[in-house]
């Protein structure tokens, strides 16, 4: 299994970014697909998850800003992400299934 996780960056507290994740090895229609994040001494936690049904659930903290989808045609999950605050810093993962984890990409939002 291999996920590729892309599109973190350095923007201006209220600016967007949009996180892609590519999935390989996998039957990648039959998974949920999930965004987490870790702040440096922090817990990881989920921002996001979309089942293959396409079932979503958000973090509180994101309800309203951040938007979830998939493509199952090209394997790949987005991340889309407006009115980004200071507080959304974080390395962002992408999970498929239970435990399989891509590598993160770094974001960060400057006030």
């Known amino acids: 299994v291999q996920l590729q996780a892309s599109g973190g960056g350095l923007v201006q507290a209220g600016g967007s970014l949009r996180l892609t994740c590519v999935a390989r090895?996998?039957?990648?229609?039959?998974?949920?697909m999930g965004w987490y994040r870790q702040a440096p001494g922090q817990q990881r936690e989920l921002v996001a998850q979309i089942s293959s049904g396409g079932s979503i659930d958000y973090a509180d903290s994101v309800k309203g800003r951040f938007t979830i989808s998939r493509d199952n045609a090209y394997r790949k999950v987005h991340l889309q992400m407006n009115s980004l605050k200071p507080e959304d810093t974080a390395v962002y993962y992408c999970?498929?299934?239970?435990?399989?984890w891509g590598k993160g990409t770094q974001v960060t939002v400057s006030s």
């Open positions: 999970k498929a299934g239970a435990n399989n």
């Open positions: 090895g996998i039957n990648f229609k039959i998974y949920t």
